[in-house]
């Protein structure tokens, strides 16, 4: 026991009078003092300050701490690989990769508990595990190109050439090196890290690179039957050991589609380096049965899966190397009408954010009608809107895109942004909403199921 949980208990037994002892055997209150594990589910609704401390955390990936209660003592800890965080109104720390332990005084029932900086009071002791990744959303990393050989000979070059155009007029990314790699071909091709002193060089091997394989075009799959294998090209990335695979982007350009449904093993292998996922598909596949797979995958790894009857039309609608960083992330079902108000966010600093939406997970179904995303500062008393009809996505009467992009939709400050969505589905569907910046918010964005 700590010296100075000895001295206070004590204090709670002995009174001084007149400069004589006078022993007092009153029993002290019992220890009430309140505790709260915070987890997704709840820490909404718990919101503490200060409030950039607590925004940060909130949109972390979190899980509850354990606390241990005796009689008046408390111990809060979390496992290996996460940061503690304590919170009360008007107050919070982080407590970091040790525990915390405090008592409870039974006068006010309140807990004393040293944070680092002394001894303070919590009312309540709201606690929450911030998990460490493995890398920050800043660090160098890969940007890795996967197409499939299904593509026209152009389509292959003409996306990657479209999404890094401002490269070539000295524009600067987070990312290192280039990769590439050709799928859905009968012998295996590896992935190839094109290694240079600077990512625009990278780039351009990575592009010759390319160009070369065209010379000898390999062997394709014959069947329609034969669902890509663009997922285990991923688990052949994630696992190639490479330094910079954690914070990689990885753009798939494709047009035969999965087999597979389950993808849970590669999204958490994914989700533990923080690679994001962006999919540009073509609407009319040369096989594979589902489509959703890969709007799924990217749900789940905060990407967009753009599906277009054009590929050269991708990079209009998606997050690109030049604004990689995730502000704000949403995989909402929907089905009817109706309105959500959706979380809210305090953003850090002074920025440019866009706007990219997904509206429904095939390019083919019919679900999507029509949506208002709408954002609101109330102490800025700016707001704004987009509003986005099935009517709005059509090419022509038989061609649809899902996805679109809103450029500078926002200027982000430090103060709170209030988001509500309006929809109209005619049947059951996810929208996947991404705010993207060429400028980060100092930490990753969570995810969701």
Avoid at 145 to 166: E, F, M, N
Avoid at 297 to 318: E, F, R, S, V
Avoid at 390 to 406: C, H, Q
Wanted: proline share 5%.
């Amino acid at each position: 026991m700590n010296l100075y949980c000895i001295l206070f208990l004590l204090a709670a037994i002995l009174k001084f009078s007149d400069s004589c002892l006078v022993i007092r055997y009153s029993e002290p209150p019992a220890c009430a003092c309140k505790t709260l594990k915070l987890d997704l589910w709840n820490i909404a609704e718990n919101h503490g300050e200060p409030y950039l401390l607590y925004n940060s955390v909130m949109w972390s990936t979190i899980k509850s701490p354990e606390i241990l209660v005796e009689d008046c003592f408390v111990q809060v800890y979390c496992e290996d690989g996460a940061d503690l965080y304590i919170f009360d109104t008007g107050k919070g720390a982080k407590i970091g990769d040790y525990s915390l332990d405090g008592f409870c005084d039974p006068y006010q029932q309140a807990w004393q508990v040293d944070t680092g900086n002394g001894i303070e009071q919590y009312k309540e002791l709201k606690a929450v595990c911030v998990l460490k990744p493995k890398c920050s959303p800043t660090d160098p990393a890969v940007f890795l190109y996967a197409y499939s050989a299904d593509l026209d000979k152009w389509d292959a070059p003409g996306v990657i050439s479209l999404w890094d155009q401002a490269m070539y007029f000295g524009a600067t990314t987070k990312y290192a090196i280039a990769a590439t790699v050709r799928f859905d071909t009968k012998v295996k091709e590896e992935i190839v890290f094109h290694e240079n002193e600077t990512f625009y060089d990278s780039q351009i091997i990575g592009y010759w690179h390319m160009e070369a394989q065209e010379e000898n075009p390999p062997q394709t799959f014959d069947s329609p039957e034969i669902g890509s294998d663009i997922l285990e090209v991923l688990e052949r990335f994630v696992g190639s050991n490479h330094p910079l695979v954690c914070g990689s982007m990885i753009l798939i350009a494709m047009r035969r589609y999965p087999n597979e449904v389950d993808i849970s093993k590669i999204v958490e292998k994914l989700r533990e380096n923080q690679i994001t996922v962006v999919i540009a598909a073509l609407d009319t596949p040369t096989g594979g049965l589902h489509p959703e797979t890969m709007y799924d995958l990217a749900a789940k790894t905060n990407g967009i899966c753009a599906y277009t009857h054009d590929l050269l039309l991708a990079p209009n609608t998606a997050p690109t190397i030049l604004d990689p960083f995730i502000v704000y992330s949403l995989n909402l079902k929907v089905s009817g009408t109706g309105t959500m108000v959706l979380p809210k966010i305090l953003l850090q600093d002074t920025f440019t954010v866009h706007l990219s939406i997904a509206v429904q997970s095939t390019g083919t179904a019919n679900s999507f009608q029509s949506l208002k995303f709408s954002f609101r500062n109330n102490e800025l008393g700016a707001s704004g809107s987009v509003e986005k009809t099935r009517d709005d996505l059509k090419y022509t009467a038989e061609l649809f895109r899902n996805s679109f992009k809103v450029w500078n939709f926002l200027l982000a400050e430090p103060t709170f942004f209030e988001f509500t969505l309006d929809y109209n589905y005619s049947m059951e569907d996810t929208i996947l909403i991404r705010l993207i910046s060429e400028r980060g918010i100092g930490h990753w964005f969570p995810y969701q199921d």
